[in-house]
């Protein structure tokens, strides 16, 4: 083994130790708390000076981490994963910026950096990869999702645009009224009750909505998540543990021996 090789496998225990992911953990939580006082204008103006030099701590610290998991890998392997590209981008677009005049910029970014929260603990890391790999799966339910909305739209908008013009005045309004509705906000007492008083059938219209809407098609979307997220956590475990063998492969490996065995015999 090369002295780099052993270099990178020294660094790389380093970075893999719970103690040093802990840290940097721990400096995410203080970067977010640090940024949430910073909110209140009385507080920032009496320790503008403390704030400053806390911010620019915390940023070489998470920095030289960056160096250090840049170190511990090729230059090739570190930006082949996606995780480094989102911790370098936003480590280092807080040194672009640094000293410029957009200071809301700069706040913007500290708060950014707790984000890196994500990189940082692997199951939360496993649920956005899970996440990512349902927006494929969802465009279908998207696009069905869309057909029932302009269905329900239409027929609203023909039905209640005289009675209840807040609510269904036009095809726009009416796709309003149908999103605070499927989010279940006051549909009932707000939307379905004043209509209800002229149109005594119109608990038909509202009610299928409610249940096409939120209790089938939200619920495609939380099977497809679900799904998802088990695939990406088998993924990660035969990641981390390799391949097992099947029993056909075990089975061929023993039949090789055996046949091994009988030609020295």
Known sequence: MTTLKVYQSRLNQLIENKWFTGTIITLIILNAIIVGIETSPSLYKSYQSLFVVADKTLLYLFTLEII???LA????????????????IIVGMGHLFAGAHFVTVLRILRVLRVLRAISVIPSLRRLVDALILTIPSMGNIFILMSIFFYIYAVIGTMLFSSVAPEYFGSLPVSLMTL?????LDSWA???????LEIYKWSWIYFISFVLLGTFIIFNLFIGVIVNNVEKANEDDEKKTNGEQPTMAELKQELDEIKRLLKDRS
Do not use: A
């Open 179 to 183: 999103f605070q509705i499927v989010t």
């Open 189 to 195: 007492s707000g939307i379905m009750s004043s209509i």
């Open 68 to 70: 250090l998991r840049f």
């Open 73 to 88: 890998v090729s230059p090739k392997t570190f930006f082949s994963k996606g995780w480094n590209w989102f911790d370098f």
